[in-house]
């Protein structure tokens, strides 16, 4: 199994809804894919996928979690721990151990690619997910501004750190992507990133294109083209 995290220090930049483009892409791929939702403070995987909590079963004692199932896409949430929609918190070691403890008992069937939708920042939850949970692989996501890009610099600093493989960046918003008073094109924001290669570049999207699955596979090709 190929377990990507998608990354950000920075919130609000797409990681989620990458993470929903990715998994639709790769099941059109022909893999089997699983998401698991890491965002310890908003976790919104299940709201992307309008898959309600209360529907979800609870471990039945068996301390095993079965993934909810949507559009083929195997999914689990952090999101099962903090039911009564309660902000987490929880200090760094009662972090990690909710994260792996609830990792540990999703029964994954047979999944070729797993996502890691990711919370924003460089530090517990991250430091879980590539020690503890040996993701070895990270895609980025950068929005169209220089904090955003900033911001993405210090997850590559944390990256190379772990010896993480970054397989690229995905251009989020991307209708005007300026870096000061550059427009940034691909080759200037790979350029600002250390020569990570773009692997994507997703417009602004209406509302309607994200939230009512509007979003054909062409669409979705043609954001996504570039990654294998
Ligand atoms: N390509 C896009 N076009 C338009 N809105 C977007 C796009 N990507 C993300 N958004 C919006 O930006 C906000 C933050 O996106 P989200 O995926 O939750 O980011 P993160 O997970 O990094 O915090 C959401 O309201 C989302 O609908
Ligand atoms: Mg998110």
Request: proline fraction near 4%; glycine fraction near 6%.
């Amino acid at each position: 199994m190929d377990k990507i995290a998608i990354s950000s220090a920075k919130g609000g930049v797409g990681k989620t809804t990458t993470t929903y483009l990715l998994a639709k892409k790769f099941t059109y791929d022909g893999y089997k894919v699983g998401i698991f939702d890491a965002d310890i403070y908003g976790p919104n995987i299940f709201n992307m996928f309008k898959v309600d909590i209360n529907d979800v079963k609870k471990s039945d004692g068996s301390n095993i979690f079965e993934p909810v199932v949507v559009e083929n896409i195997q999914i689990s949430s952090v999101e099962l721990v903090l039911r009564n929609n309660e902000p987490a918190i929880w200090r760094g070691p009662m972090l990690s151990k909710v994260l792996i403890g609830l990792y540990n008992k999703v029964n994954w069937t047979d999944v070729d690619v797993l996502l890691f939708d990711m919370p924003p920042g460089t530090g517990d939850a991250y430091i879980t997910v590539f020690n503890d949970l040996k993701v070895e692989k990270s895609i980025l996501v950068c929005g169209d501004d220089s904090l955003s890009i900033e911001d993405t610099k210090k997850t590559v600093l944390f990256l190379n750190k772990y010896k993480i493989s970054i397989l690229g960046v995905i251009e989020n918003m991307s209708e005007n992507f300026s870096f000061g008073e550059d427009i940034i094109n691909s080759k200037s924001l790979s350029a600002n990133l250390n020569d990570i290669p773009v692997i994507g570049t997703v417009p602004r999207l209406t509302k309607k294109e994200i939230y009512n699955n509007c979003l054909n596979s062409n669409k979705i090709y043609a954001y996504l083209p570039n990654f294998n």
